[in-house]
């Protein structure tokens, strides 16, 4: 690991000029190229105190041996200089879009003597027209079958086309109409060329024209009676339409753009992109990339650009590109595009109307591309055990963590505190596992208390089961079941800790957890080789803590900060960095990330649940059903707390001491306030009900009296 100061320019070597530099390692291979506007200004940012930077950046800067750069006379050329050397020199710590699968083209040869239409991939080659990319190549040919009824264009590969020239018989699509079979001389070279350029020009959108032209000679061949020629013609008609049904317009007016969007986190982003072409989607593609560099939404487009029209020139590049951000700053791009179109370039964000509805579902394309990404990463075998190896050895435990357990503390504003533990196994998800706690210990906001909690609660559940069913042999085992000096009484789980009341992740459908001999599910019974906490240094220390008060040393803990995705060791004064394309820190990332989830999924539906919650809920032994059959009863709770308990028990499913129960709870609680407009201060109405107790807002809606605003309030 080099020191960065080993390497930097001396003062004033560096010119306060436009240019292009690149960061080589001892190796002296390239390692990240760059661009400025000022090369002085952009190569400062890299020599600065190393605590300071973006991990990433620290990486790279501590990986690199040396800096050279290059001066250009304007923002383009830099453009233009840096998109080639990073085709050159493909350096590590540059974005680097890889296509997701190789998308097939329809290409027409228009080099040749007589132009072929066929499916083509990869580089693309000089005097060849390209429509696409598609998805699929099957969905070319059928396009192509269709139009070849009306454009006979040539199909066939080099081989066979002298094969037919040299026997003087043409191929079957030449007999059934489908070629015009110029290799046997049946059309000139001109002729075939014009089908070829009339197929082009409809596949690039101009289809009005065609169209018209075979109705009028389909109407002209109708009035001559030549029947069968018109029947001819009106299914060419039809083999046009239904070609152009395969693409639905989808911007008005003809409009030739590509739409671009990004989906991204903190690893990784997708991009999409939509080809329209005459106003329908004539093509899509995507992108996904590691992000091994600090990079933000606008240098993603930006690179995405390069990327898309970096050997583009001509109609390859449209009138208009809309991004979901700007290129800063956009006027170097724009130019760029410019010159490789040879006409002017519209670079921007769509800000209303078709446009806008069309990006929204490319960007909705571009995060079902990333989640697809995601599974199909997580879900492949050898990458799951490369990531648990990499967390063993950036860690130091002496194997791979099998099971590793995740925590997270949700709350809103300090109410309904709660915590979420989340499992996964050998790399994945195991729902069946997941477990909810309420923190009971303290009222109020505090994270690295409520960790400690959480942590205890759950050790000592498993401390308990491991004594329980006989495991735990060794010596003065029941003194590490409480704190030193305490005594040790069995512990009774409560329903939060087993997950009977708050169950289990609701995705997951029923437990599906090992039995033990009673036949019952086991809780806490296994323990995990690592246990991960969503936080930083206080949340790691207040869990090592909980874990050394129960005695337990063979679990380790780590913690990892979402701002910079650092893990943190109780032990330790500095985190580890593992490298961004590390599987080990995209395994943790998504531990944290299904802990977050479902802390916060939890954490609503109690305070959605408290927010519904009304006098009946407080009545013991009194479920759902037969609140309703009260409430349908009486019709509200107002006219239930007045009447008696004879007639209480008119209402089917209730017993006199179930009545007498209702009666004597309703009678202790307080009856709810009315509903206030907080606008006007009206009183909207005096009567009560099974809700709870509402005001309404400056709108004149009724809310919960006494609910956080979630606009003000922060939730977590």
Partial sequence: MADPSSYRPKPGQIPDSPGVYRFRDEHRRVIYVGKAKSLRQRLANYFQDLAGMHPRTRTMVTTAASVEWTVVSTEVEALQLEYSWIKEYDPRFNVKYRDDKSYPYLAVTMNEEFPRVQVMRGHKKKGVRYFGPYG?????????????????????????????????????????GKCSAPCVGRVEPEEHRELAEEFC??????????????EKQMTEAAEEMEYERAARLRDDIEALKKAMEKSAVVLADATDADLIAVAEDELEAAVQIFHVRGGRVRGQRGWVTDKVEDVTTSALVEHALQQLYGEETGDAVPKEVLVPALPEPVEPVQEWLTGRRGANVSLRIPQRGDKKALMETVQRNAQQSLALHKTKRA????????ALEEIADALDLDSAPLRIECYDISHLQGDDVVASMVVFEDGLQRKSEYRRFQIKGFAGQDDVRSMHEVITRRFRRYLAEKERTG????????????????????????????????GTDPDAGSLNGFKDEDGRPKKFAYPPQLVVVDGGRPQVAAAKRALDELGIDDIAVCGLAKRLEEVWLPEDDDPVVLPRTSEGLYLLQRVRD??????????????????????????????????????????SVKKLRSATIEQIQEVPGIGRKTAEIIAVALAQAAPAAPAVNTATGEIMDDREDEAPETTADASGEPVPAGAPDDRRGQER
Avoid at 142 to 163: E, H, I, M, Q, Y
Wanted: net charge positive.
């Fill in 594 to 635: 299904e802990a977050h989830r479902f802390a916060i999924t939890y954490q609503r539906t109690r305070r959605a649940k408290r927010f519904r919650a009304g006098p009946l809920d407080d009545v013991p032994g009194l479920g759902e059903t037969r609140k309703q059959a009260l409430i349908k009863h009486f019709g």
């Fill in 379 to 386: 879900s492949d075998l050898t990458t799951r055990s490369r």
């Fill in 471 to 502: 495991e735990w042999l060794e010596d003065g085992a029941e003194e590490t079941l409480a704190d030193p000096g305490t005594p040790t009484p069995t512990p009774t789980p409560t329903p939060s800790e087993t997950g009977t009341e708050t």
């Fill in 136 to 176: 699929h190549a099957w969905a070319i040919r059928d396009t192509v079958d269709l139009l070849l009824r009306v454009f006979p264009v040539r199909t066939c590969s080099a081989g066979v086309f002298k094969n037919a020239a040299r026997t003087g018989r043409p191929c079957l699509l030449g007999y059934i």
């Fill in 201 to 214: 020009d409809f596949m690039a959108g101009r289809t009005g024209t065609y169209l018209r032209r075979l």
